[in-house]
């Protein structure tokens, strides 16, 4: 069960809520047609029973009041007490609910959190709103600045086109002047230059003359020169010819000769060999002849006569 204390409060807030609600109702869009009609009814009975001076005083009057309250009601105001008297009527009722179960006032200091909480983010907002307002002043006063300066330099570069006209027109004027006096030095330069090169031209023919002359008797001499050297072409190849010839027969003549001398070198060699085996033979029979003898076979003779003696011994 709830407390006394618990009730009371509840009482009190359903009170609370129900005036919210009559206010509500009394607060609406359409109270500023209701009171310009009551302010019509109220002028109307004023022309039926009053005088014309009296009606005027209470016109201005009424018309005072009037603007006061369209000042103090204008939609929007009405519009954020509307919506500020729902949030209370939402809260107070969450709270005898919250009361009337739990007995507690979480739903209040939640509201009050969330309001809070609302409350600075649209201060948050409001503060950034600002921050951005600043910040474009800031960017159009640079705005203003750059144009200002792009506007001067327009103007300079205007004044710098004009100049550069001025100066293209004296260099256009100076060099019609120059090309004038340039074309009167290429022609004076071209007459010289044909005189010049005509006269060249007469002592190159003369020259190319001279050269043509030279060229055919150096001609007539080469093709002499190359006769004779033919001449001489065939002369010596008769001599390589007959030389060559000769040759080829004393090469035959002398390898003749040399197998002739080697056949005769081997017939003396053969006769030597024969002369001295017949010399050697001659020797030996004279040796033997003589009694010298072999000396080897009277050593073996003497060695074996004292072999015997020892024996005798």
Same mark, same amino acid.
């Given at each position: ?71 103090? +009601? ?12 729902? +949030? ?21 200091? *939640? ?69 004038? +006096? ?45 006769? +004779? ?19 080829? &027969?004393?090469?035959?003549? &002398? ?22 085996? &017949? ?20 050593? *073996? ?13």
């Amino acid at each position: 069960m709830m407390s006394v204390d618990v009730l009371r409060a509840c009482a009190v807030l359903q009170d609370c809520a129900d005036q919210l609600a009559v206010l509500g109702n009394i607060i609406h869009p359409g109270a500023d047609t209701q009171q310009r009609t009551e302010l019509h009814l109220k002028t109307a009975r004023l022309m039926a029973g009053s005088s014309l001076s009296d009606f005027t005083g209470e016109l201005h009057q009424s018309q005072k009041h009037l603007s006061i309250q369209e000042r103090l +009601f204008t939609p929007d105001n009405l519009a954020k007490v509307q919506k500020d008297r729902q +949030f209370v009527s939402d809260v107070i009722n969450g709270l005898m609910v919250d009361l009337q179960e739990k007995n507690s006032f979480q739903s209040l200091f *939640s509201a009050v959190e969330e309001q809070r909480k609302k409350k600075a983010q649209l201060l948050d907002i409001i503060n950034r709103e600002e921050e951005g307002r600043l910040r474009i002043k800031a960017l159009q006063k640079e705005l203003l600045d750059i144009h200002k300066q792009k506007t001067d330099e327009c103007v300079r570069l205007e004044e710098l086109v004009a100049y550069l006209r001025d100066q293209v027109q004296d260099i256009r004027v100076r060099s019609n002047r120059q090309g004038k +006096f340039v074309n009167s030095c290429a022609e004076q330069l071209v007459c010289q230059g044909l005189k010049v090169n005509s006269q060249k031209e007469k002592e190159l023919e003369d020259e190319v003359g001279i050269l043509q002359e030279s060229t055919e008797e150096e001609k007539n001499v080469h093709m002499e020169l190359e006769t +004779f050297l033919k001449r001489q072409h065939a002369n010596l190849q008769e001599k390589l010819q007959f030389w060559i010839q000769r040759y080829e &027969k004393d090469m035959e003549k &002398k390898e003749q000769e040399i197998t002739g001398l080697q056949n005769k070198r081997n017939v003396s060699q053969a006769r030597i060999q024969e002369l001295s085996k &017949k010399i050697q033979a001659w020797w030996r029979g004279t040796l033997v002849r003589k009694g010298l003898g072999s000396p080897k076979k009277d050593k *073996s003779k003497s060695k074996g006569g004292k072999k015997g003696k020892k024996k005798k011994k």
